[in-house]
């Protein structure tokens, strides 16, 4: 019974650390897109309202940011 309650444990540790990395790679995945999208939109007059070129922007933004931690990761 002891055993079942330390592979229990085991199993809840481990479910936590696979969560809390989850959570810091979307916080840098968010950070990453948010900072490519700042570089790209910074010369636009106006960013204030949803626009298509602003969507564009930022969902290449979050793809390019995707690919570069893809790629940092696999190293």
Do not use: C, F, H, Y
Request: aromatic share 2%.
């Amino acid at each position: 019974m002891g055993e079942m309650k330390r592979a229990i444990a085991r199993e809840r540790v481990a479910w936590a650390e696979q969560m809390q990395e989850q959570t810091r790679m979307k916080s840098t995945l968010v950070i990453a897109a948010a900072i490519i999208a700042a570089v790209r939109l910074a010369r636009d007059p106006d960013i204030s309202r949803p626009s298509p070129r602003l969507t564009a922007v930022v969902s290449d933004s979050v793809n390019l940011a995707r690919m570069i931690l893809d790629r940092v990761g696999r190293q």
